[in-house]
C-alpha cells in the first residue's frame, strides 16, 4: 500500500466529533503516536481547527496487513476519542497510495481548507512534521512526501493567485460580524488567545475600527500581538476574563486550551445584545442552546461560516481548477522522482554506463593503433573489471543508507554528477535541471504577513 491517510474534517465530521478527535497536548499526541502498531512504520498527524489527518506510511504491500493497519489506527482512534468504530469508519475519509498523497498535497495548498486559499495551513503543516520527524515518528517516507508537499504548495500559489485575496477563518469570522451588526466600528471586541488565528483577529478588528481588547494566559503574548498591531491594541490580564465577557458586545476566542474556558456559572445577563464567535477546537464556550436567548448571546462556531466559505469557493473556482491540475501533475511527478530514488535501478544505471565508457575507450584504443585488434574482448574485460572495482564500494555503501534520510540526497547528487537520466532532473515547466537539494529541508515557510519563503 505504501501511503495511508485518514481523514476528519469539516467536510465529513461535526465539530463535537473533530473536537473529540483533536490533539492539544503534545505529550497526549506523542503517546497516542507511540501506540505499538506493527503495521505502521512513519506516522504524521495534522491537527487544526477544522481537520485532523493521519499520514502515514506501511512498508507491507500484503493486502490483508493494510486493511488490519486500517482498522488498528481506527481502533486507536476510537480508543482516543471514545467514538464509537464503526461510526469513525463511517465518516473517516481514507486515501491509499497515490490518493493520499494527491490528499495531501491539496491540503498543504489549502484546497481542502474550509476557507480556500488561506496561508495558515503550510506552517500547521511544517509545525506538524517538524514535531513527528523530531521524534522519529516520521522518517524518509513521510519526508519525501512532506518535502513534495511544500514544493506542490508554492507552484500552486504562484501559478493560480489562489491567495491573492487574503482569507483566513478569522477574516470570515470577522465578516460575518459585520454582516450582522452592520459596522463594528468603535464596537467593544474581546480577543482571547495569542496564536496565529488571534493575531489576525486583532488585525481584521483593528482595521475595522473597533476597539480591541486581548488576553492570554501568558501575558507577553498577547503584549507582542498588540505591539505587532498598534497602540489602539487593549492588553488585560486572563484573570479578568469573567469581567470582559460581559462587557464586549463582540467575542473571538481561538484558545489551545484543552477545556472550555467560557461556561455558564461566569455569564450573566446583559442589556445589550452580544456576538461571540468560538473558533477554536477543542471549544472555548460551553454553553446551551436555549442558554443563549437568556443571556442575550448569539454563538457562532467554525462550522456555522460555511456559508461565506461557499461564496469564497465560487470566487475561486477557476483557480481552484488551475490548482487540481497542478496538483495532478505533481502527484504523477513525485512518484516518478520516487522510483528515480530506487537504488538497485541507479546502480544497475552506473554500471550500464561505466561499461558502455570501457568498451567506448577501447574502441578508440583500437582505432588509434594503441590496442592490437585481437585484444579487443580481453582489453574491454580490464576496463569493466577496474570500473566494477571502483563501483563496489559505492553499491555496498549505496544499499547501506538506502533508507537513511540522507539517502535522497546522496543518489540525487550521483544523478546529477554522472548525468543519469531520471523522472525529476527536468522541471515540467522549465525543461530546466533541477538543482541537488536536501529533500529533508522544509523549504518553504510563512513570513508575518502571509507571504511564502
Known amino acids: 500500500m505504501g501511503y495511508l491517510l485518514i481523514s476528519f474534517s469539516h467536510k465529513n465530521s461535526n465539530i ?42 506501511l512498508d507491507s504491500d500484503n493486502l490483508e496487513n493494510n486493511n488490519k493497519a486500517i482498522d488498528n489506527l481506527l481502533h486507536d482512534i476510537s480508543h482516543y476519542s471514545h467514538i464509537n468504530f464503526e461510526k469513525l469508519k463511517q465518516i473517516a475519509n481514507i486515501f491509499i497510495g497515490k490518493n ?24 500547521q503543516v511544517k509545525d506538524a512534521f517538524r514535531f513527528a520527524f523530531s521524534n522519529g515518528f516520521a522518517r524518509q517516507n513521510i519526508s519525501r512526501a512532506v518535502h513534495y508537499a511544500f514544493k506542490c504548495s508554492a507552484q500552486v500559489r504562484s501559478e493560480t493567485g489562489i491567495s491573492q485575496k487574503k482569507v483566513s477563518i478569522a477574516s470570515v469570522a470577522v465578516s460575518r460580524a459585520i454582516e450582522l451588526m452592520g459596522s463594528i466600528e468603535n464596537k467593544n471586541a474581546l480577543v482571547i488567545g495569542a496564536g496565529e488565528m488571534s493575531r489576525l483577529l486583532v488585525q481584521y ?46 467575542l473571538f476566542t481561538a484558545t489551545s486550551s484543552e477545556n472550555p474556558i467560557i461556561v455558564k456559572n461566569i455569564v450573566k445577563n446583559t442589556n445589550f445584545e452580544r456576538w461571540w464567535f468560538d473558533l477554536a477546537v477543542p ?60 537504488v538497485e535501478p541507479l546502480l544497475k544505471n552506473l554500471y550500464i554506463k561505466a561499461n558502455k565508457i570501457a568498451n567506448n575507450e577501447v574502441e578508440k584504443a583500437i582505432s588509434k593503433g594503441f590496442i592490437p585488434k585481437n585484444l579487443k574482448l580481453n582489453s574491454q574485460k580490464l576496463a569493466e573489471s577496474s570500473l566494477k572495482k571502483i563501483l563496489h564500494k559505492v553499491s555496498k555503501n549505496l544499499r547501506k543508507i538506502a533508507k537513511d534520510s540522507s539517502a535522497d540526497m546522496v543518489i540525487e547528487s550521483i544523478n546529477y554528477l554522472f548525468d543519469i537520466k531520471n523522472a525529476d532532473t527536468v522541471n515540467y515547466k522549465t525543461h530546466e535541471k533541477n538543482q541537488v537539494r536536501n529533500s529533508y529541508k522544509c523549504d518553504y515557510a510563512i513570513e508575518k504577513g502571509g507571504k511564502i519563503i
Not at 18 to 23: A, C, L, Q, V, Y
Not at 289 to 300: A, D, R, T
Open 16 to 57: 463535537v466529533d473533530r473536537d473529540s478527535i483533536s490533539f492539544q497536548d503534545n505529550n497526549r499526541l506523542e503517546i497516542f503516536m507511540s501506540h505499538s502498531n506493527a503495521y505502521l512504520s512513519e506516522i504524521m498527524i495534522l491537527n487544526t481547527c477544522n481537520r485532523i489527518e493521519f499520514f502515514a506510511f
Open 100 to 123: 493520499a498523497i494527491h490528499h495531501i498535497f491539496s491540503v498543504v495548498s489549502s484546497l481542502q481548507s474550509l476557507v480556500i486559499g488561506e496561508t495558515q495551513i503550510v506552517g
Open 283 to 342: 471549544l472555548d464556550i460551553d454553553l446551551k442552546q436555549e442558554s443563549l436567548y437568556n443571556l442575550n448571546i448569539n454563538l457562532y462556531r467554525v462550522d456555522d461560516l460555511r456559508e461565506s466559505v461557499e461564496i469564497n469557493r465560487g470566487e475561486r473556482e477557476e483557480a481552484l481548477g488551475k490548482a487540481y491540475r497542478v496538483i495532478g501533475e505533481f502527484t504523477v511527478k513525485f512518484f516518478r522522482w520516487i522510483d528515480s530514488l530506487d
Open 205 to 250: 478588528l483593528s482595521a475595522r475600527k473597533s476597539r480591541v481588547t486581548i488576553i492570554n494566559r501568558t501575558r507577553i503574548k498577547a503584549e507582542d500581538i498588540a505591539k505587532e498591531v498598534g497602540d489602539s491594541v487593549k492588553v488585560k490580564n486572563f484573570t479578568e476574563l469573567e469581567d470582559l465577557i460581559n462587557k464586549n458586545e463582540l
